[in-house]
């Protein structure tokens, strides 16, 4: 008695199925990227911008696993929501950047995007936009720093519009009181303009340059095919760009870190926060320095704690960055069984 074949769908079926989960593929890889930096990194966020601005601390942390430790010690004393707070406001501030953003292009001259015949005076324009989105943003990132950093062991659960709020409090001179020691918006601005259009230009210039090396070690364009060579097609459409977005926010956030712990500093002066202590896992510290503007505060860090004062924290980026390429490689693998599964 003859073996009966196993039954494969016709040719023009495992195309179509390919094709399908081809339309989903950057839907749910972008996603999977998505949900890392936003959600999943935001503890790590958290952490770093807390040891940031505690200027007691003895510990710069610059490891991962005393980051991972202390992450766990804050979450045995205050319970998980310890690590989460001030997630939401944190998407209000990309809500008012990207508002920001548009509205400001419609209504001016300054291009939101670059052709690929950009000129010296567009590249200008377009750094410009960028400045006036983050001078807008300056209040309303002061106050959601302070919800990531502040304790939760002496502040209650803020509002979901407790951030709008206090932005807009900042910005005419009401709301929950100060100290003394409060810098003017203006001092904060410059630095956080200068971070943030840095933070952009150092990006976008990486990513340009780990996409062209990935385009120019690419093999030129062949036929497509089925089975594993066209699962790897499709996963080349979508990856080098997630790839270099990683490279390039990466780069950027080394590269800032001693700016950012500056610009962090600066934000919670004279705002009566409270911090948890990043040295013991528990109990809370105050804030009560007394810079007088960012070149004051970058004489003080290094006089007092050392050129490595500017790096505390500094292991939560590699946990951070680590856990998103996990993700992304994790992401990959699923995608090419699923691709090759299709194929077959």
Request: glycine share 8%; hydrophobic share 40%.
């Amino acid at each position: 008695m003859e073996e009966m074949e196993t039954w494969r769908p016709p040719a023009w079926g495992r195309r179509a199925a390919v094709a399908g989960l081809n339309r989903f593929a950057g839907f749910g890889i972008g996603l999977a990227s998505l949900f890392t930096e936003n959600v999943l990194a935001h503890p790590c966020i958290v952490l770093r911008r807390q040891c940031q601005v505690n200027y007691h601390a003895r510990n710069y942390h610059f490891s991962p696993f005393s980051i991972v430790n202390i992450m766990y010690s804050f979450t045995k004393t205050q319970g998980p929501r310890a690590l989460w707070k001030g997630m939401g406001s944190t998407f209000i501030v990309q809500g008012i950047t990207l508002g920001a953003e548009g509205i400001i292009s419609e209504f001016s001259p300054l291009p939101r995007e670059l052709t690929h015949k950009w000129s010296p005076r567009q590249i200008g324009g377009h750094i410009i936009l960028k400045g006036l989105v983050y001078v807008i943003a300056t209040p309303f990132y002061s106050a959601s720093l302070i919800e990531t950093v502040q304790s939760e062991i002496i502040h209650d659960n803020p509002g979901i519009l407790d951030c709008l709020k206090e932005g807009f409090g900042r910005v005419i001179g009401l709301g929950v009181p100060h100290s003394k020691r409060l810098l003017p918006l203006l001092v904060l601005t410059f630095p956080t303009v200068l971070h943030g259009v840095l933070h952009y230009m150092i990006s976008s210039f990486v990513q340009k340059c780990v996409l062209f090396f990935i385009k120019k070690r690419k093999n030129p364009a062949q036929i497509p095919s089925e089975g594993a060579n066209a699962a790897q097609n499709i996963l080349e459409n979508y990856f080098p760009e997630l790839i270099a977005n990683f490279a390039a926010s990466l780069c950027a956030d080394v590269l800032l870190f001693p700016l950012e712990t500056v610009m962090h500093r600066l934000h919670v002066q004279g705002t009566r926060t409270i911090i948890d202590n990043t040295d013991l896992g528990y109990e809370v510290l105050p804030i009560n320095t007394q810079y007088e503007g960012m070149r004051d505060c970058i004489n003080t860090i290094k006089q007092e704690e050392g050129m490595l004062g500017f790096y505390k924290g500094f292991g939560a980026v590699v946990v951070q960055y680590t856990l998103h390429a996990t993700v992304l490689q994790i992401t990959k693998i699923i995608y090419s069984s699923l691709l090759q599964n299709t194929a077959q």
